[in-house]
């Protein structure tokens, strides 16, 4: 009888699994059911158990407990802090201009195309850098008289590169002060910190962002998110209900779910410089295995950081030019990565996403893959990895030939 293979995941980017003490927290949780917004000894128990989470999720963004709002997650966070902006528009003569990319998450990108569909808005889409991060130079000189947000996505999910975000603040503080002497209102910064949290330093007091998307499940927490607002913003929830959240989003809070956000936020805090060393470490490693296991031009790191490119410390994007990355990984059944293509394991999908077209030629988009690793990936794995995919593309390549 054949040994089992050992299953690998390299798709951390997608999700994360949760961390012991998050489930700890959630089943201690499980026994605090009351109403938080009951004025009896239950209730206040829950609502203790909601207002430390808030806390631990400020502090690891070092916002203060009011300015966070607990959502369902980032798509809700992106929805509403983009229509809260929109809605804030006084002219009704003139429609309000937003600045983003093609490249941002279908939370954000799928909203703008609808709300243009529906004529509500003007939106310039800037074009990306070679390895898909945002030029702040450019999104300054795209400013006109009737902008009135900036979104974007502070880390991308697909080739890893991060946003420079403090020289983009420093931009639009410029850019804002010049509209104070003018007598316009301001241009609001939404950051969609989705994939980046858990992995890089975030901080609203270095980087001052107006709004800003937190994701639980992207660093090892649960699937429920949590808004940033800074003070004194407004906010404007997308339904109607109860009086919850400071009546700034309704509905019965998830106490369970909110406390596991609380703990990962938390450990987050504690340990960020260790994971982000980890990650690093097995990034490093990761790229370094391939290159040496595949003979020179047959794998290709597709976006090599640089001193101008920096990116996430887990995220490696990788090509096999003249293969399909997703055959691959069909042909790889014991590894769990993703391509960034719509159809993720289809043997018979020869197809690359859109924004990995926009930055690659052709036939390396098709054969790229992306592996991102997590805080338990161990060089063992990665080694593993590594011979499952040479498996894969030599069974391929052979099988073309015969």
């Known amino acids: ?173 410029e850019k804002n002060q010049e509209r104070t002497d003018r007598g316009l209102g301001r241009i609001h910064l939404h950051i969609d910190a989705a994939q980046a949290l858990g992995k890089i330093p975030v901080s609203v007091v270095e980087t001052p962002v107006d709004y800003l998307t937190i994701v639980g499940h992207k660093f090892y927490g649960p699937r429920i998110g949590a808004l940033y607002v800074k003070e004194g913003l407004p906010l404007h929830p997308l339904i109607r209900g109860g009086g919850q959240e400071k009546r700034r989003r309704p509905g019965t809070e998830n106490t369970v779910c909110i406390a596991g956000l609380g703990e990962a936020a938390k450990l987050v805090t504690e340990n960020l410089a260790e994971y982000n060393a980890h990650l690093r470490r097995m990034k490093d490693h990761l790229r370094e295995a391939l290159l040496k296991e595949f003979p020179k031009g047959t794998c290709v790191i597709n976006f090599p950081e640089t001193r101008e490119h920096h990116q996430l410390p887990n995220t490696l994007s990788v090509s096999f030019p003249g293969l399909s990355g997703n055959r691959i990984l069909a042909n790889c059944p014991d590894l769990e990565a993703s391509t960034g293509a719509a159809c993720h394991s289809s043997a018979n999908c020869n197809s690359a996403s859109a924004m990995l077209l926009t930055l690659l030629p052709e036939e390396q988009a098709i054969g790229t893959m992306r592996l991102s690793v997590g805080r338990e990936t161990t060089v063992e794995e990665l080694d593993l990895a590594v011979k499952y995919l040479r498996e894969a593309v030599d069974k391929m390549k052979s099988s073309s030939f015969s």
């Open 1 to 173: 009888m054949a040994e089992e293979k050992k299953t690998v995941y390299l798709d951390y980017n997608a999700t994360t699994p949760y961390d012991p003490a998050v489930q700890q927290s959630m089943i201690t949780a499980l026994s605090q059911w009351g109403n938080p917004s009951s004025s009896y000894k239950r209730g206040k128990i829950a609502k203790e158990v909601v207002e430390k989470s808030r806390e631990s999720v400020a502090n690891m963004i070092g916002a203060l407990a009011s300015e966070i709002i607990f959502m369902s997650g980032g798509t809700e966070a992106n929805n509403t802090a983009i229509r809260t902006v929109i809605r804030e528009w006084k002219r009704a003569e003139r429609k309000p201009h937003i600045i983003s990319t093609k490249i941002e998450h279908d939370a954000t990108l799928k909203l703008l195309e609808f709300l243009l569909e529906e004529n509500e808005i003007r939106v310039t889409f800037l074009p990306t850098n070679s390895d898909g991060s945002v030029d702040p130079e450019l999104v300054g000189s795209s400013v006109e008289e009737d902008t009135v947000l900036v979104t974007l996505m502070l880390a991308n999910n697909e080739t890893g590169s991060l946003l420079d975000l403090k020289h983009l603040c420093n931009v639009l503080k």
